[in-house]
């Protein structure tokens, strides 16, 4: 499965996902879309039975959103110039949509542009009330990300990479 198909499955019905797009590209914001369409974006990803929290799916209706209002990838993921420009030449006002729209368009990764998307807060923000807030998933998953971060820090002074008191 390409990246396309993958984010437009994140919300898997055509019809509603086309409308969906429409409003939010025409400037309704994100949480008042979700509102429209709660049921719409799936809350299990890859056949897997673990359901995923408000902000997880949030981020995928996005993506879906962004993705179906962009069509198919038209520029050159390689193209560090062109993609710089779109970013920073870009009408829409927050940095996650720039980047979305960014990826979208290459159908690419980008992350080694320095654009700061919205921390979970927002995106949880964004979701209805009737998603799970935290789910076991996402509390897994910041156990992990914390124990990643403590395993990365220095034993000694617990400074971030790269350490400079290696030496003493």
Same mark, same amino acid.
């Given at each position: 499965?390409?990246?396309?198909?993958?984010?437009? @499955?994140? &919300?898997?019905?055509?019809?509603?996902?086309?409308?969906? %797009?429409?409003?939010?590209?025409?400037?309704?914001?994100?949480?008042?879309?979700?509102?429209?369409?709660? =049921?719409?974006?799936? /809350?299990?990803?890859?056949? %897997?039975?673990? +359901?995923?929290? %408000?902000?997880?799916?949030?981020?995928?209706?996005? $993506?879906?959103?962004?993705? !179906?209002?962009?069509? !198919?990838?038209?520029? =050159?993921?390689?193209?560090?110039?062109?993609? +710089?420009?779109?970013? /920073? +030449?870009?009408?829409?006002?927050?940095?996650?949509?720039?980047?979305?729209?960014?990826?979208?368009?290459? @159908?690419?990764? *980008?992350?080694?542009?320095?654009?700061?998307? #919205?921390?979970?807060? &927002?995106?949880?923000?964004?979701? #209805?009330?009737?998603?799970?807030?935290?789910?076991? =998933?996402?509390?897994?998953?910041?156990?992990?990300?914390?124990? !990643? *971060? $403590?395993?990365?820090?220095?034993?000694?002074?617990?400074?971030?990479?790269?350490? !400079?008191?290696?030496? +003493?």
């Amino acid at each position: 499965m390409d990246l396309v198909e993958k984010r437009l @499955g994140y &919300w898997p019905n055509a019809v509603t996902r086309a409308e969906a %797009a429409r409003l939010f590209a025409g400037g309704m914001s994100l949480a008042r879309v979700l509102a429209r369409y709660p =049921d719409e974006v799936v /809350s299990v990803r890859d056949g %897997a039975t673990v +359901e995923r929290g %408000a902000a997880r799916r949030a981020i995928w209706a996005h $993506y879906a959103l962004v993705q !179906e209002a962009v069509g !198919e990838p038209d520029m =050159d993921p390689n193209d560090h110039a062109a993609i +710089e420009r779109l970013v /920073s +030449e870009s009408t829409v006002p927050e940095g996650c949509i720039r980047y979305a729209v960014a990826e979208c368009r290459t @159908g690419a990764h *980008l992350r080694q542009y320095n654009i700061q998307p #919205p921390n979970l807060d &927002w995106y949880r923000k964004q979701a #209805p009330a009737s998603w799970p807030v935290d789910t076991p =998933d996402d509390v897994e998953r910041r156990a992990r990300e914390r124990g !990643e *971060l $403590y395993a990365s820090l220095c034993p000694i002074h617990f400074c971030p990479p790269p350490c !400079e008191c290696a030496n +003493e």
